[in-house]
């Protein structure tokens, strides 16, 4: 399969925000965009709820403030901490089937 480049111009707040979360996710950025564009080829739509909204509002003004992007990182933190998925080796197939239920 040959492959191609693509190139797109995104605020850099808006894409070290979106990075951030495709790390703690596994994926890196180029994954996840190779992810967007595959499922939109092999479903033929868009998989986002893009629609015409004339009562748009927009995010608060402090929505992305470095304090608050701290607090959600730490919730995150605090929440992979405490989940039993820490405990689980997914190496191993009984690990997998207790992950999948």
């Known amino acids: 399969m040959k492959a191609i480049q693509v190139s797109a111009r995104v605020d ?3 894409k070290e925000s979106a990075q951030k979360v495709f790390e703690r996710q596994g994926l890196d950025m180029a994954t996840a965009i190779k ?6 080829a092999y479903e033929q739509q868009i998989p986002l709820s893009v629609h ?3 009562s748009f509002h927009a995010y608060p003004d402090d929505w992305f403030s470095e304090q608050r992007v701290t607090n959600r990182d730490k919730i995150t933190r605090l929440a992979l901490e405490k989940s039993p998925i820490q405990d689980l080796d997914l190496a191993q197939k009984e690990d997998r089937e207790a992950f999948m239920q």
Do not use: G, L
Request: hydrophobic share 35%; aromatic share 8%; net charge neutral.
């Open 12 to 14: 850099p707040n808006i």
């Open 35 to 40: 992810m967007f564009i595959t499922k939109t």
């Open 52 to 54: 015409e909204n004339n």
